[in-house]
């Protein structure tokens, strides 16, 4: 009888391809899971972004009834002034700008640090509007956009973006 040689390297060597593509697979999975993670982040913090100006906005209802919040463009290189933080003496005009800031930009700071509590830290390319579609007594729309990732590069490309533009809508009465 002839003894066959090699026989075992071969399975060796096909264990070892299957075992690679199993890791490859689940490297692709750890990286969508990442990625879906990170959305699901997004969208809720996109949620609170929106609720808590919705909130603000109903403690200062005169203002916001007025058209005070709608429409107002904001630059997070120039705070409000004022401040108006607890003890201030502000209008409810003034109070609905400083809302604006805090909620797009983040708290005001002394420190020269990074704002890292508003939409725009928050949110890739995160954008907030306020309009009322017939009058601001009747109720506002408050609308939050950001970019999200998008998983396909090739979708990526194709739409010569990183991501897909995402949207939170909020319609309230105040």
Not at 1 to 8: A, L
């Amino acid at each position: 009888m002839h003894r066959q040689r090699g026989f075992n390297l071969i399975e060796v060597m096909a264990a070892a391809l299957i075992l690679s593509v199993g890791l490859l697979g689940l490297a692709g999975l750890q990286v969508s899971t990442l990625k879906n993670t990170q959305n699901a982040s997004s969208r809720q913090q996109a949620s609170f972004q929106v609720y808590e100006l919705l909130e603000r906005m109903r403690s200062n209802r005169d203002a916001a009834r007025r058209g005070d919040y709608a429409d107002v463009s904001t630059d997070c290189n120039t705070p409000p002034d004022p401040v108006c933080d607890t003890g201030s003496n502000c209008t409810d005009t003034e109070l609905a700008h400083y809302d604006l800031y805090t909620v797009q930009c983040g708290n005001i700071t002394t420190s020269t640090s990074v704002q890292n509590s508003g939409v725009q830290a928050q949110l890739p390319g995160g954008a907030l509007t306020v309009s009322c579609p017939v009058s601001c007594a009747a109720g506002v729309q408050i609308r939050l956009e950001w970019v999200e990732r998008l998983g396909d590069r090739q979708v990526a490309d194709t739409l010569g973006a990183e991501g897909e533009l995402m949207e939170v809508l909020l319609q309230a009465v105040l």
